[in-house]
């Protein structure tokens, strides 16, 4: 089992940022992919951005230019910067952590709640 521990959500005002991180622990894998993704009310859970643990990285479109993701390794920790946040991006953000297999095993934190006010 791997544990994930997410901080750093809150509100803020259009245009403002907010920066999250995600510790994992427990059945650490060296090989492995974390990541965010954003459920809004009423929707699916989406992808915002992953990153491998070789640092290749991906991000959902809408994203793109506002948000940077990265990690520290030594510390299994994923952060997600946040910049020039919308309204549109509220959304309750939950971490992610993929071990590569097979098997491959996918594990969620329980979400920190994201709130843009316009």
């Known amino acids: 089992q791997v544990q994930l521990v997410e901080s750093g959500g809150g509100l803020v005002q259009a245009g403002g940022s907010l920066r999250l991180s995600c510790a994992a622990s427990?059945?650490?894998?060296?090989?492995?992919?974390m990541g965010w993704y954003q459920q809004a009310p009423g929707k699916q859970r989406e992808l915002v951005a992953i990153?491998?643990?070789?640092?290749?990285?991906n991000y959902a479109d809408s994203v793109k230019g506002r948000f940077t993701i990265s990690r520290d390794n030594a510390k299994n920790t994923v952060y997600l910067q946040m910049n020039s946040l919308k309204p549109e991006d509220t959304a309750v953000y939950y971490c992610?952590?993929?071990?590569?297999?097979?098997?491959?095993?996918?594990?969620w934190g329980q979400g920190t709640q994201v709130t843009v006010s316009s």
């Open positions: 992610y952590y993929r071990i590569h297999g097979p098997p491959t095993y996918r594990y």
């Open positions: 427990g059945s650490i894998s060296s090989i492995n992919t």
């Open positions: 990153i491998t643990n070789g640092g290749m990285a």
